[in-house]
């Protein structure tokens, strides 16, 4: 009879040692082609070179389109290595260039869909990081910024929130002198929607509360615009305001204008407007790339589903579902932590993680083993036990073993009475403080 093999071998992976992994992965890299570029292309990179990662660069525009994409995952790779580590380098000029570097192949190429554009917003998102990391010139930031939106292709879209640290009020000021500029000119066309668009993220960045709503109460009544309205006045203190836009909104709900002509993806954005989630924006997004309008209504969409996300546990997993369902795990996890999802959704996640970002992981096993530890059965210890031994894995790859032989010592002194834990942690084969492997086993 033949035996199907099992759906997960992680649990099985990690039972070997380093040195037998290590000699089944060489292995396989040398019949397949791509892994072993992809292995040598990290291994170039693994020690945050940062002088590598910018070689990477400098060779990456003569290669094709897939080794383009594997070199620029590399040097992102780097960069978020050392970002993670609080690497005391300058590495915003690095991320910046990346940024520039992406978004000229793709304007070059004319496709804005595939795995590069989305190599171009993770970029974005460490430029963001490196530059509040270590905030460059803030004037000079400003007109990068206004640079890429105003003059560029249309891609990346900055979010202004995401650069306001770095950016500080000079470099806000600056922003907010062109957006006026250009809305007083009075001139239709790609320029005027875009110093619209920023218009509106400055007054959220400044916390204009009146600015912010004027602007969204001019938009065409829409769900997604009133609930804003209402979150917006709410955080000011401006309760009975909120409560009065509120019964507007629902007023004219009641009596919404006849429907005029629209077009697929305007109908799923409609849908998606009155019930923000993981179903409607699937349908939403596959209208709007069917047509051409995936950029800006992504972006508007997720702006909806993460306010929503900061309402509760429930309303986070949607968004951390959505960005898992767009590929984006980075994003996924970075919305999971800011606006705690699920501890079940956030130990997924962790399982996702815990081999290529070991210690961003390592608080949330820690979680996992005080829980197991609580239920008091032997099925509970059993598995806290492997959860430890997980544990000690990924504290070794984060080079802080040190800290887990202190936190297993806490933790088997706070339950050493609980006899069977003790004996599920020696048979996990993990080596116990002296004090315990000195008293009796228990019978």
Same mark, same amino acid.
């Not at 010139?137 to 910024?145: M, R, T």
């Not at 929607?193 to 600015?211: F, K, M, P, S």
């Not at 409609?270 to 992504?298: H, I, M, N």
């Not at 933790?411 to 009475?417: A, G, K, S």
């Given at each position: 009879?033949?035996?199907?093999?099992?759906?997960?071998?992680?649990?099985?992976?990690?039972?070997?040692?380093?040195?037998?992994?290590?000699?089944?992965?060489?292995? $396989?890299?040398?019949?397949?082609?791509?892994?072993?570029?992809?292995?040598?292309?990290?291994?170039?990179?693994?020690?945050?070179?940062?002088?590598?990662?910018?070689?990477?660069?400098?060779?990456?525009?003569?290669?094709?389109?897939?080794?383009?994409?594997?070199?620029?995952?590399?040097?992102?790779?780097?960069?978020?290595?050392?970002?993670?580590?609080?690497?005391?380098?300058?590495?915003?000029?690095?991320?910046?260039?990346?940024?520039?570097?992406?978004?000229?192949?793709?304007?070059?190429?004319?496709?804005?869909?595939?795995?590069?554009?989305?190599?171009?917003?993770?970029?974005?998102?460490?430029?963001?990081? =490196? !530059?509040?990391?270590?905030?460059?010139?803030?004037?000079?930031?400003?007109?990068?910024?206004?640079?890429?939106?105003?003059?560029?292709?249309?891609?990346?879209?900055?979010?202004?929130?995401?650069?306001?640290?770095?950016?500080?009020?000079?470099?806000?000021?600056?922003?907010?002198?062109?957006?006026?500029?250009?809305?007083?000119?009075?001139?239709?066309?790609?320029?005027?929607?875009?110093?619209?668009?920023?218009?509106?993220?400055?007054?959220?960045?400044?916390?204009?509360?009146?600015?912010?709503?004027?602007?969204?109460?001019?938009?065409?009544?829409?769900?997604?615009?009133?609930?804003?309205?209402?979150?917006?006045?709410?955080?000011?203190?401006?309760?009975?305001?909120?409560?009065?836009?509120? =019964?507007?909104?629902?007023?004219?709900?009641?009596?919404?204008?006849?429907?005029?002509?629209?077009?697929?993806?305007?109908?799923?954005?409609?849908?998606?407007?009155?019930?923000?989630?993981?179903?409607?924006?699937?349908?939403?997004?596959?209208?709007? $790339?069917?047509?051409?309008?995936?950029?800006?209504?992504?972006?508007?969409?997720?702006? !909806?589903?993460?306010?929503?996300?900061?309402?509760?546990?429930?309303? =986070?997993?949607?968004?951390?579902?959505?960005?898992?369902?767009?590929?984006?795990?980075?994003?996924?996890?970075?919305?999971?932590?800011?606006?705690?999802?699920?501890?079940?959704?956030?130990?997924?996640?962790?399982?996702?993680?815990?081999?290529?970002?070991?210690?961003?992981?390592?608080?949330?096993?820690?979680?996992?083993?005080?829980?197991?530890?609580?239920?008091?059965?032997?099925?509970?210890?059993?598995?806290?036990?492997?959860?430890?031994?997980?544990?000690?894995?990924?504290?070794?790859?984060?080079?802080?073993?040190?800290?887990?032989?202190?936190?297993?010592?806490?933790?088997?002194?706070?339950?050493?009475?609980?006899?069977?834990?003790?004996?599920?942690?020696?048979?996990?084969?993990?080596?116990?403080?002296?004090?315990?492997?000195?008293?009796? =086993?228990?019978?």
């Amino acid at each position: 009879m033949r035996v199907s093999p099992p759906s997960d071998l992680r649990p099985y992976l990690r039972t070997l040692d380093a040195e037998t992994l290590a000699d089944l992965l060489l292995a $396989q890299a040398e019949r397949d082609p791509e892994l072993r570029h992809s292995l040598e292309l990290r291994a170039a990179t693994q020690s945050g070179d940062v002088s590598e990662a910018h070689r990477l660069l400098d060779t990456a525009v003569t290669d094709g389109n897939v080794e383009y994409t594997a070199k620029i995952g590399a040097v992102l790779d780097t960069l978020q290595r050392m970002l993670d580590a609080g690497s005391r380098a300058d590495l915003a000029p690095l991320a910046r260039r990346t940024v520039d570097d992406i978004s000229e192949v793709l304007e070059q190429s004319g496709d804005h869909a595939g795995d590069l554009a989305d190599r171009l917003d993770r970029a974005v998102e460490l430029y963001a990081r =490196a !530059c509040a990391a270590r905030p460059p010139d803030p004037e000079k930031l400003a007109d990068w910024i206004l640079e890429v939106e105003f003059d560029g292709p249309g891609r990346p879209v900055i979010d202004l929130a995401e650069f306001a640290t770095a950016l500080g009020e000079p470099g806000l000021k600056r922003i907010k002198s062109t957006v006026d500029d250009v809305l007083a000119a009075n001139g239709p066309g790609h320029r005027r929607d875009v110093a619209e668009r920023l218009r509106e993220q400055l007054a959220e960045v400044l916390g204009d509360v009146d600015e912010l709503v004027a602007i969204l109460s001019a938009k065409p009544p829409r769900v997604d615009v009133s609930l804003k309205i209402v979150r917006v006045l709410r955080a000011a203190g401006r309760h009975s305001e909120a409560i009065a836009h509120a =019964a507007r909104a629902l007023t004219h709900d009641k009596h919404p204008p006849p429907p005029g002509p629209e077009d697929k993806t305007s109908r799923r954005r409609r849908e998606f407007d009155a019930k923000p989630g993981r179903e409607t924006y699937t349908a939403l997004r596959e209208a709007a $790339q069917a047509e051409g309008k995936w950029t800006v209504q992504r972006r508007d969409a997720l702006a !909806c589903l993460r306010e929503r996300a900061a309402e509760g546990a429930e309303q =986070a997993g949607e968004l951390v579902r959505v960005l898992l369902d767009d590929g984006r795990p980075d994003e996924a996890w970075r919305a999971c932590v800011r606006f705690g999802a699920s501890g079940e959704l956030k130990l997924e996640l962790a399982e996702q993680r815990a081999a290529e970002h070991p210690a961003e992981t390592i608080p949330v096993f820690r979680e996992q083993v005080d829980e197991l530890i609580e239920r008091k059965d032997p099925q509970a210890y059993r598995e806290a036990a492997r959860r430890l031994k997980l544990l000690r894995t990924l504290h070794k790859r984060a080079g802080t073993s040190d800290e887990f032989t202190a936190y297993l010592a806490a933790l088997v002194e706070n339950h050493r009475r609980k006899t069977r834990l003790i004996t599920e942690i020696r048979a996990a084969r993990i080596a116990l403080p002296k004090a315990v492997t000195s008293a009796r =086993a228990p019978r």
